[in-house]
């Protein structure tokens, strides 16, 4: 079975320091994956998307960039982090082959910026 | 372009009520629809999705959907609440193609009452 694994799990971070989050799928080969943000009391906001290694699609400009280094590997970075960066951050799967992008959510990871 | 709307921001129904989520979606294609869950600093998790099969769909932990393309709506229904069902709610529309994923409604923050 496929599962997905966000880390670390919660992090308080200085405005100004970088960001590093890290996903990571295991089960399935070349899903799409999927950074959201959830600010709170507010819905998703879909921030990345990738279909390959080395493929990101950029939802919305903002200080955040990601990659994927490997084929089952998602990375959220930031070089220097803003109070509005703060958030619950959510990675996601989808099996690309399947064509309906039901998608399968990690853990998130609760972001503070101070 | 897709969207999704979810009438009320928050739904309260006594313990042992049925409980109603509106979902009513716009797609220009006939698209794949999707009910989560999230559990206060959780993940989402699927509740059940509609692909075109049957109309009437079940899910997990009770719940059901009805699509319902004249009416463009999807609504969340369980006959009798649970405490345990105290969460939020979103509803998703995806159109299959591309890899862009889900277009996400706002949820819907579903408190029980004892």
């Known amino acids: 079975s496929q599962t997905i694994h966000q880390w670390p799990a919660t992090l308080v971070q200085p405005v100004g320091s970088p960001l590093s989050l890290e996903c990571t799928v295991e089960?399935?080969?070349?899903?799409?994956l999927y950074w959201y943000r959830q600010a709170a009391g507010r819905g998703l906001q879909l921030l990345f998307y990738?279909?390959?290694?080395?493929?990101i699609s950029s939802e919305v400009p903002q200080n955040l960039s990601a990659s994927r280094p490997q084929d089952r590997q998602f990375i959220l970075s930031s070089k220097k982090l803003l109070l509005s960066d703060s958030g619950f951050y959510l990675c996601?799967?989808?099996?690309?082959?399947?064509?309906?992008?039901?998608?399968?959510f990690g853990p998130g990871t609760r972001l503070t910026v101070l | 372009a897709q969207s999704v709307t979810q009438l009320g921001s928050h739904v309260s129904v006594s313990e042992g009520a049925l409980v109603l989520l509106r979902c009513n979606y716009s797609?220009?294609?006939?698209?794949?629809l999707f009910w989560y869950v999230q559990y206060p600093n959780q993940g989402l998790q699927l509740l059940l999705k509609?692909?075109?099969?049957?109309?009437l769909v079940k899910g997990i932990n009770g719940f059901e959907a009805e699509f319902k393309k004249s009416e463009t709506s999807f609504h969340l229904t369980k006959p009798s609440a649970h405490m345990s069902d105290a969460a939020e709610y979103f509803c998703?529309?995806?159109?299959?193609?591309?890899?862009?994923?889900?277009?996400f409604g706002k949820g819907t923050h579903l408190i029980i009452q004892p």
């Open positions: 996601a799967w989808s099996d690309g082959l399947a064509g309906i992008n039901e998608q399968f």
């Open positions: 089960g399935t080969s070349n899903p799409n």
């Open positions: 990738s279909v390959g290694i080395g493929q």
């Open positions: 797609s220009s294609v006939p698209p794949y």
């Open positions: 509609y692909t075109s099969a049957a109309t």
């Open positions: 998703a529309v995806s159109s299959g193609g591309g890899a862009d994923g889900l277009t």
